[in-house]
Structure formats: C-alpha cells, structure tokens
C-alpha cells in the first residue's frame, strides 16, 4: 500500500489532516500506521533548535517507514518533510519495497499557523524562533519533481470537510 508523505509549515494542519486520512482509510477496511515525529521525539524545540537532532530525527523517521511500509498498510509520514531532498530519500524507500507514493502539501497562511502555534500548552508549540526557522527553510514541494508527484494541496483553515476529488485539487474545503 501507499506511503502518503506530509509536508508543510509548523501548525499548517498535517496532522489533522493525517488523523482524517486514517479515519477515511480505516472505514475502508484499509491497515493505517501513522508515524509522526512528535511521537519520536516529543520535545518540538529540541528536534529543530540545531542541524544534528534535526538529522537524527530524519533518520529516525525514514528508519521507521522503511520498517513499516508493506503491500498490507497504508504508511502516512506525519512531520514537516520540508526538505526536497529528503523527499527524494522518501521517494526511493517508497520505490524500493515496490509501493506507491504521494506528497500532501497543507497550506496554511503563515500567520494563521502562527496563531495556532500560540494557541497550543506551552510544552507542545514551537518558539518563535524555531517556528520562523522552520519557515524560512521550506522548501515547497514541485510537481514536476518525480519525488514529489502525485503532489495535492489541502487549503486548510480553521476546519475543513473532507469530500473526495476525482483530480488532483484540493481534498479539503475551508468551512469557517
């Protein structure tokens, strides 16, 4: 089964849009593991304050798609996933155990994020500092790249109602 790859800002809506996918997966009788790197490494600020808990927490992520991604599961990959590079790196697991993938990109306005960010218990948002690191670093996904196609963009807001799409356009429609 497919690796469903999400990526976007901080706080731009992936893992609410990854708990509706496993919820649509599941009614369809479909296995869903969600690997999220709050699960690996709870401590947002420590995962993101320097390059070397960052790399660690991509290896560790990768380390666990490719421990979980089989013909039998849906694997959805719950994290920032801003870097093309490590897209790629995702793209290959995914081609190397023969199984489809996707990009979701969640899109978010950056001081929306931001506000949720700061809606979140202390223990769970990132610093501000962070927070516009992260940004700055993103790099968006490119449909054009064979490591980020299928690419689908969710327009997320402060709730969304999922309907199914038969293109390639928005899974998720704003309903303030």
């Not at 997966?25 to 490494?41: G, R, T, Y």
């Not at 089989?70 to 897209?87: A, Q, T």
């Not at 997320?156 to 356009?169: L, P």
């Given at each position: ?42 401590g947002?600020n ?25 013909k039998?599961?849906?694997v ?27 990009v ?21 948002r ?11 670093r ?36 704003t309903t303030?």
């Amino acid at each position: 089964m497919p690796l469903i790859v999400l990526c976007g800002i901080p706080c731009s809506g992936k893992s609410r849009t990854s708990k509706k996918l496993k919820d649509y997966f599941s009614s369809h009788s479909k296995h869903v593991q969600i690997i999220s790197d709050h699960d690996l490494k709870p401590g947002r600020n420590d995962a993101y304050e320097d390059s070397r808990s960052e790399k660690e927490l991509r290896g560790s992520l990768k380390a666990a798609v490719e421990r979980l991604l089989s013909k039998e599961s849906v694997v959805i990959l719950d994290s920032l996933n801003y870097i093309k590079g490590y897209r790629y790196e995702l793209y290959c697991v995914s081609k190397h155990n023969k199984t489809q993938h996707c990009v979701i990109h969640c899109v978010a306005p950056i001081e929306k994020c931001r506000e949720w960010n700061q809606a979140r218990e202390p223990t769970q948002r990132y610093s501000d500092e962070v927070f516009d690191g992260l940004v700055m670093r993103f790099e968006e996904p490119d449909s054009r790249n064979r490591w980020d196609n299928p690419l689908f963009t969710v327009l997320v807001s402060n709730y969304c109602a999922y309907r199914q799409s038969s293109h390639t356009g928005p899974v998720c429609v704003t309903t303030d």
